[in-house]
């Protein structure tokens, strides 16, 4: 017992050390995750809300358990730092965690090299260094992953529980609704009474209630913007003004996706097959492998296999992450309950050698630079606390994220609070900070900028403070 904890503990410190070193030196401030600080910090001064992130499928929000994860330690800490170290965190216990799991099934030995391929997998590196609604579900998922493997329970106060854990994690993103399919279609072939089914059912209903508390005092406003006013099309047709795309042709669209899945978790999809298929197939290899693993595995194939179909338009690389974890993970526990079992050996030092270095490396966006002008608006006395003013923000490489989160959120937590992104018409002041040097004003065409009056931006006050352009335009 005594062994099998040092064991744990020991897991849970290397995983804590390899996920928040360099932090928060290598952290590249995220325009979303800025945006999620705000409410994360409205929430902490008493504003409670049913809501969370947006998600980009027309007018759908996701569930709000993602900000109240982390509102206890902004609480207490009102520190970015803090929610940075936190998150990392989470992704090491979920470590430790699956051992103690794989431990009551296999050897110390096999449940500790299962765990160590899980926790060196790139895609768990970065996203443990990156919190967001679309990255800090997965220490909940590989857990789920693992009860759906090894231990799925049949008491009614258990299964509904974990209905529950699988609603608040599809409430944080909705990309893993393969994972919420697979599981229900696991449950039925595991279950022995499969009526059961009906509290997993009922736990998933639950998760839901703020969304649909929201709809209801809202007049199902998020579904008659979605679907009766048709701007899930939006997503459909690829208009969200996102960059990357995926491929029409289901060849060039398998090759694509292959490559996505390689740089997250080593191997392409394929390899990741060929290596469950022989563990499957080949009965003298087989020692320990159980029905469960093989009806994860299978799902994991048909996920994939819809990933290439469905997800042909609009692409984030983590809209994959839910099912390449699914794939990577039941292939590790297939090769962990199975006499090829030291064949996780390799599969770590893969690890090792294409091990992403580069996520520790000094930060190109680090949250300091934003910080720094916020503070100097303020200090300059740019800004007035009675006069509303509004922010915009000019990037050389994107055009999504106008808003400027990044200065919005530290504004904020100096006292001076900008208006809504929807009130730039109404607002007397106008701050936009440019990152690209020499930028052409008359150019400039947004929906925001029209909102506040092209004709305002004839005449402006321009500050140089480093490596920004900083324009204040007024009415």
């Known amino acids: 017992m005594k062994q099998k904890l040092l064991f744990g503990v020991g897991l849970m410190a290397l995983s804590f050390v390899l996920y928040f070193f360099k932090l928060p030196g290598s952290y590249n401030f995220d325009s979303d995750f800025a945006r999620d600080l705000i409410n994360i910090h409205t929430i902490s001064q008493g504003h409670l809300t049913l809501l969370g992130p947006k998600s980009s499928f027309g007018g759908l929000y996701t569930g709000p358990y993602y900000y109240y994860l982390f509102v206890p330690i902004y609480r207490i800490s009102h520190s970015l730092n803090a929610i940075l170290f936190f998150n990392a965190l989470l992704f090491a216990c979920s470590i430790s965690l699956v051992f103690f799991i794989l431990n009551k099934h296999l050897s110390l030995f096999r449940a500790t090299l299962a765990s160590l ?129 995926a491929k029409k042709n289901i060849i060039d669209n398998f090759l694509f996706l292959s490559e996505q899945f390689r740089q997250v978790i080593i191997l392409p999809p394929l390899v990741w097959v060929a290596i469950g298929l022989v563990l499957m197939l080949y009965k003298k290899a087989q020692e320990r492998i159980s029905a469960p693993q093989k009806n994860l595995f299978i799902f994991s194939i048909l996920s994939s296999v819809a990933l290439v179909f469905i997800l042909n338009g609009q692409f984030a690389i983590f809209y994959i992450y839910p ?126 900028i029209n909102q506040f009056g092209k004709e305002n931006l004839q005449k402006y006050n321009r500050y140089n403070f480093k490596n920004l352009t900083i324009y204040k335009f007024e009415k």
Not at 352 to 376: E, G, H, M, T
Not at 389 to 407: C, D, L, V
């Open 117 to 245: 391929a899980l926790a060196f997998l790139p895609l768990l590196i970065t996203t443990s260094r990156s919190p967001g609604n679309a990255f800090s579900y997965i220490p909940f998922l590989i857990v789920a992953l693992t009860i759906f493997s090894f231990a799925i329970p049949e008491k009614n106060l258990l299964i509904f529980c974990l209905g529950l854990l699988l609603g608040i994690i599809l409430n944080f993103h909705y990309s893993n609704i393969f994972f919420i399919v697979s599981a229900w279609m696991i449950l039925l072939l595991t279950l022995k009474k499969r009526m059961k089914i009906a509290y997993f059912a009922l736990g998933i209903f639950v998760s839901y209630l703020p969304l649909g508390l929201f709809e209801l005092k809202h007049g199902l406003v998020m579904f008659k913007n979605t679907f009766v006013n048709g701007s899930y099309h939006t997503f459909l047709n690829d208009q969200n003004g996102i960059q990357l795309h």
């Open 323 to 448: 099912v390449a974890i699914m794939l990577a993970l039941s292939v590790v526990l297939l090769v962990a309950s199975s006499k090829l079992w030291y064949s996780l050996i390799a599969i770590i030092l893969l690890e090792l050698l294409f091990f992403p270095s580069s996520l520790y490396k000094p930060a190109v966006r680090s949250y300091k630079i934003f910080q720094d002008a916020s503070n100097y608006l303020v200090d300059k006395k740019l800004i007035d606390k009675n006069n509303s003013f509004n922010t915009i923000q000019i990037r050389k490489e994107t055009s999504i994220a106008p808003y400027g989160f990044e200065y919005r959120y530290f504004l904020i937590e100096r006292g001076y609070i900008p208006a809504d992104v929807t009130e730039y018409q109404q607002s007397h002041t106008l701050i936009l900070f440019s990152e690209v040097k020499k930028l052409d004003l008359v150019s400039l065409n947004s929906w925001e």
